[in-house]
């Protein structure tokens, strides 16, 4: 089974909708990521989140919120959908324990979500 | 400010063509580490690599090797008789150092390889 899942992997929604997508970790890591990939832009940092009680703006936070639920749960929330939050999102997770070692992320497969 | 530079956004080679791909970083901390990931077509990010800062050695894995050169910013990424799998995107990405720090990673744009057969 995979360590990091996300759902739903597809989405295809309409402008204004709420959406959440989620994503949950077997890793037990404190450490978690949302990322957003867009075509000849990489992938940019939405929210982290040190445990339960700490969430932190990315850089681009803007049109996104974000739940921690508990450790192994992290959503991220479209609000409002809009045309240009269509993306390939990406959740990862970190183990700050083993970080001067090997700061590895390790990603979930990514959720395509297309607004319309 | 922290920033991945890869100048080539598309490469085309043969199959069997040796391909090295570019990424130049910029950061001003003194202990950090860069990564490759490789994105396939199905979308999944695989890591391929990681190198810490004081670690300037190169590495090989099979028909894969980095070289990473403190003096120029640069970690490159070299395939050697490139296959058809290896069409792929490729991410250079760099993160600041253990330490209070947020470990979130700065990627670079992205280079598409195709390998034609």
């Known amino acids: 089974d995979a360590d990091v899942t996300q759902t739903p992997r597809n989405r295809i929604t309409k402008t204004g909708k709420r959406i959440m997508l989620e994503c949950s970790q077997t890793k037990g890591h404190d450490r978690m990521y949302w990322y957003r990939q867009d075509p000849g832009l990489g992938l940019r940092l939405i929210y982290y989140s040190f445990d339960v009680k700490d969430i932190n703006k990315g850089e681009i936070s803007d049109g996104y919120s974000v739940s921690r639920q508990a450790q192994a749960k992290f959503s991220l929330s479209l609000e409002s959908a809009i045309p240009n939050q269509t993306a390939l999102y990406f959740c990862?997770?970190?183990?700050?324990?083993?970080?001067?070692?090997?700061?590895?992320?390790?990603f979930g497969p990514g959720t395509r979500l297309t607004v319309l | 400010a922290q920033k991945v530079t890869q100048a080539q956004t598309e490469i085309s080679v043969v199959e069997k063509e040796d391909v090295t791909l570019d990424c130049v970083y910029e950061?001003?901390?003194?202990?950090?580490?860069l990564f490759w990931y490789k994105q396939p077509p199905s979308g999944e990010l695989v890591f391929l690599i990681r190198r810490n800062s004081f670690d300037e050695q190169n590495e090989i894995s099979g028909r894969y090797s980095w070289n990473f050169q403190k003096s120029t910013s640069s970690f490159n990424f070299t395939i050697t008789a490139s296959q058809v799998v290896d069409s792929a995107v490729y991410f250079c990405a760099l993160s600041e150092a253990w330490g209070g720090a947020t470990n979130k990673l700065i990627f670079g744009t992205g280079t598409l390889l195709a390998v034609q057969p």
């Open positions: 950061t001003r901390d003194t202990t950090y580490y």
């Open positions: 990862a997770t970190s183990d700050p324990s083993r970080a001067w070692a090997y700061n590895e992320q390790f």
